[in-house]
């Protein structure tokens, strides 16, 4: 009896008489491998085949019925050649079936997978192509290097940037650069030597490697403590009262002050005064000659009136004894004359001891008094005038 839906057919109509569900062995189509295990036992046979369309598209054969509750034993069709082995897809290869992955650079692959397939999409524009939250953009774009890229290109990847002469290099700032570069740009520096911390804020600790201490103020000048230091010192009060500026044991007194000349003035040096006796001390002169040699020269003689001049001659022996003689002098001075010069007057007991004498001399020609010398004992003697000059 046909199967509800099946059977015959009236007039051109078609004439179907059963399902192949409904037979004993024979051939059985299938949508998987599933629906082909659960051919009930009663309807298969040995030697029946089945084509599974889900599998895909492989042929079946029956070799072994199985029990009750089983599905039995198929095995793949091979048309005369063994099943292939392995795993991976089916192509035939000189007319066999064999597993083999399919080879991209042969001609085993033709034309351009469609981007609804998996291939690659065609894009717009150009540039790069980005990914946004996982979905590739179709519109090309540029890379913004402010936001999508990190890290630092290796410098072997850095292209040398053109200077203005068109070839590559490094820039030379002494010739390609000019002006000052902007406070904001420049990179502060740290200072050394007499200074601290950076360009940006120096703070001088030094003048010239003299550390200088203390507070400054209105006319305060840097006094030298040490080769290193400097303190900051308040300037000196000026003076009171009238005078000189007066020193005492290295500190300068308060008040002004009149030259003392007992305490003040060292009457060794101090250059002949004709107002009151003042002395002069001469080169020394080391002589064992008779002749008479100069020792010292006096003032010119003043014009008019009446002097006494006074000297004495420093002896030395060769010992290094000191011993002095004193010399006496009047002239008179009469209108450009020079008249009524006495001397010397040395003390006997010197001259003969040391066998040297000393003697004043006028100089008519420079209108000097002159002071001579002499040593006739043959050992040299040394001798070093004082002159005095008293005008009355």
């Known amino acids: 009896m046909p199967a509800p839906g099946y059977g015959l057919t009236v007039a051109t109509g078609e004439f179907p008489l059963l399902q192949d569900l409904d037979l004993l062995g024979g051939f059985r189509t299938v949508s998987s491998v599933s629906e082909r295990n659960a051919i009930p036992f009663l309807n298969r046979k040995l030697g029946m085949w089945c084509w599974v369309k889900g599998d895909p598209g492989i042929l079946y054969e029956l ?10 034993t198929w095995t793949q069709v091979s048309f005369g050649s063994s099943a292939p ?24 692959v033709t034309g351009i997978l469609p ?22 953009q179709l519109a090309a774009a540029a890379v913004n290097l402010a936001t999508e890229v990190t890290g630092t290109l290796p410098a072997a990847n850095v292209a040398t940037l053109p200077i203005d002469t068109k070839t590559s290099g490094s820039l030379d700032v ?12 420049q990179a502060a520096q740290s200072i050394a030597g007499d200074g601290t911390g950076t360009t940006a804020a120096l703070v ?9 201490t203390g507070t400054p103020g209105v006319g305060y000048t840097p006094v030298g403590t040490s080769t290193t230091a400097a303190v900051w ?18 500190t300068r007194d308060a008040a002004a002050k009149l030259v003392d000349l007992a305490a003040d003035i060292d009457t060794a040096t101090v250059l002949p005064d004709v107002n009151g006796g003042g002395k002069v001390r001469f080169a020394s002169v080391t002589t064992s000659s008779s002749t008479p040699q100069l020792l010292a020269s006096s003032a010119a003689i003043p014009s008019g009136g009446s002097a006494y001049v006074f000297a004495s001659v420093l002896f030395h022996d060769a010992s290094g004894v000191p011993y002095t003689m004193d010399i006496t002098g009047l002239y008179q001075n009469n209108g450009g004359t020079i008249t009524n010069v006495y001397g010397p007057n040395p003390s006997t007991q010197l001259g003969t001891l040391l066998n040297c004498a000393a003697s004043l001399v006028v100089n008519t020609t420079t209108k000097k008094i002159e002071l001579y010398g002499t040593n006739t004992g043959g050992t040299a003697v040394t001798m070093v005038p004082d002159l005095f000059a008293k005008v009355g």
């Open 63 to 72: 070799t072994s019925l199985g029990t009750s509750g089983t599905s039995g």
């Open 85 to 108: 082995s392995g795993t991976g897809p089916v192509k035939v290869s000189s007319g066999v079936y064999v597993v083999a992955a399919i080879d991209l650079a042969s001609s085993e």
């Open 115 to 136: 981007s609804s397939k998996g291939g690659l999409p065609t894009f717009s524009s150009t540039g790069l192509v980005k990914v946004v939250s996982g979905v590739v």
């Open 174 to 185: 002494a010739t390609r650069a000019t002006g000052v570069l902007p406070a904001a740009n």
């Open 204 to 212: 001088v600790t030094k003048v010239n490697g003299i550390s200088i």
């Open 233 to 250: 010192t308040a300037p000196a009060a000026t003076p009171t009262g009238t005078g000189f500026t007066h020193y005492t044991s290295g």
